[in-house]
């Protein structure tokens, strides 16, 4: 009886296993219980679970960006040690002089503060919803550093998670591309 709830217990694991892998190679929005009720404030985390790819070579996060548009406020990113933070307010506005979005930057203030490659992470990000339910993209971007190569100190690599439309984009030599991750207000 205690080998079958084993062999149970072991392919339930590993089918769990199986079934969350995809969602490991993008970022992901997490609530955490937090509101998704159009016209109310809400935390919002961006969950990053690796780094980039570049000649078969593995690198940490350095810079993680997440383009905030207006219909989730200005928002109010959460302190992480050993990151500069900035938000900045695009050029472009509405009719009212709001921004259509704000740019939130986390940088690792040194090599010690790199986001490895395969670590999960999570960045806050404290919001308020448009008082109208709708399907909000968050599109991101994250930023690695490969080897020197000549006239540079490190070649930068990309991860675009700015896919909104449901395309694809193939991949370049130093930027991969996905879909923007987003959340739906209700």
């Known amino acids: 009886m205690k080998r079958k709830v084993l062999t149970i217990l072991t ?28 016209g109310t404030s809400s935390r919002i ?3 990053l679970g690796h780094g980039c790819t570049y000649q078969a070579i593995k690198y940490g ?21 050993g990151f500069k933070t900035s938000v900045v307010a695009s050029t472009t506005a509405d009719a009212t002089g709001t921004p259509d979005f704000y740019t939130v930057t986390w940088t690792a203030k040194s090599r010690n503060w790199v986001i490895d490659d395969g ?28 080897p020197a190569v000549p006239g540079q100190s490190k070649k930068p690599l990309f991860l675009r998670w700015t896919i909104t439309d449901g395309t694809t984009k193939a991949a370049t030599d130093d930027t991969e591309f996905g879909p923007a991750p987003s959340i739906t207000t209700k």
Do not use: R
């Open 61 to 81: 996060t350095s810079i993680f960006s997440v383009k905030v548009p207006a219909s989730a406020g200005k928002p109010t990113p959460e302190f992480h040690q």
């Open 45 to 47: 985390w961006m969950s």
């Open 119 to 146: 670590t999960f992470y999570d960045f806050g990000l404290k919001v308020t919803w448009s008082k109208v339910a709708q399907k909000i993209n968050f599109e991101t971007t994250q930023t690695c550093f490969g």
């Open 11 to 38: 392919a339930s694991i590993i089918a769990l296993g199986v079934s969350t892998a995809p969602a490991n190679a993008h970022v992901s929005i997490q609530l955490k219980g937090s509101s998704d009720l159009a």
